[in-house]
């Protein structure tokens, strides 16, 4: 059965003291409209923006409770498209990303996005669009989340992973998942070093179902060129390395390899990632390409 959730069904924290908005059955696909980053507020760069209220950012569209999903199990979430709006933005300001010592002012510029040529100008340099979900997860275990922070159950990851035909395994906490999703972006790189990609709104279709043969206590992507393993921390460095470990904790029972070749072959083949450095905690992913997976005879499902 396919369901649509409009946009008035906004969320700023993922907490499993969030009511449900909509209920369904595992199979189910979600048609999920979403607002940008600012909640739409953000209409022009010479706007008032002391009229902007910053607290309602990175807004989720949800939550949605899915039938026969407890705590322990792992909600595979297909994403099947996403469809953008016509126009979206970028800022800048001081105190904040990777030169927030540096800038002095806020600075936003607006970008009108050709889906059709799947493009957009920044000041004449035409650059390819490569939508994504920055916002999307499942109610934490505990203590309530803001969506501005990664973790565990996924929330404000930016991860250029997190696109069309990608399946995202978010770990299950509380009864019915309470999963929802926003923040989309048109266009972004790894890092978002400047805390901002092309915020846009946007119509995210997904398909909710539980997963029947990969357990993680972390975010898992898979697409077409392979499986990520996602892990968010105060320190990158302490991201990376336990985005290794959870990895190799998934992959090598399902292998005939020992702990010393297992790590050898991730070094081998693997690839230490960025998501983004610019939220309250950093997002590692760590990569191993499909090849591996293929000779192992290793599918998730």
Not at 17 to 33: A, F, M, Q, S
Not at 171 to 185: K, N
Not at 211 to 234: C, K, Q, R, W
Not at 249 to 275: C, H
Request: net charge negative; with cysteine.
């Amino acid at each position: 059965m396919k369901h649509v959730l409009d946009k008035t069904n906004l969320y700023y924290v993922m907490s499993k003291k969030e009511e449900p908005v909509l209920n369904i059955n595992p199979g189910d696909t979600v048609e999920i409209h979403t607002a940008d980053c600012f909640s739409d507020q953000i209409i022009s760069p010479d706007m008032d923006f002391s009229a902007v209220d910053w607290s309602n950012s990175n807004p989720a569209t949800g939550p949605i409770y899915v039938n026969d999903i407890h705590p322990g199990d792992v909600l595979k979430v297909t994403i099947e498209t996403i469809e953008l709006g016509s126009r979206g933005l970028a800022t800048v300001n001081a105190g904040a990303g990777v030169m927030r010592d540096y800038i002095e002012k806020r600075c936003v510029k607006m970008f009108d996005v050709d889906t059709e040529h799947h493009t957009t100008n920044f000041n004449g340099l035409i650059m390819p669009l490569n939508p994504m979900i920055g916002v999307i997860g499942n109610a934490p275990a505990d203590a309530s989340v803001p969506n501005s922070t990664p973790g565990p159950h996924g929330g404000n990851m930016d991860s250029k992973k997190c696109t069309d035909k990608s399946i995202v395994y978010l770990p299950v906490f509380q009864e019915g998942a309470l999963f929802g999703l926003g923040d989309v972006h048109a266009k972004m790189g790894d890092g978002e070093v400047g805390i901002s990609g092309l915020e846009i709104d946007a119509a995210v279709t997904v398909k909710l179902e539980k997963a029947e043969n990969l357990a993680t206590v972390h975010p898992v992507v898979i697409d077409e060129e392979g499986i990520y393993m996602f892990v968010s921390d105060e320190s990158l460095d302490n991201g990376v390395d336990e985005s290794v470990k959870q990895m190799i904790k998934i992959l090598q029972p399902l292998t005939d390899l020992s702990l010393e070749e297992i790590t050898i072959l991730m070094s081998l083949a693997g690839e230490a990632q960025i998501n983004q450095v610019v939220d309250p905690l950093k997002t590692a992913r760590f990569f191993i390409p499909h090849y591996v997976l293929n000779h192992y005879s290793i599918e998730f499902s």
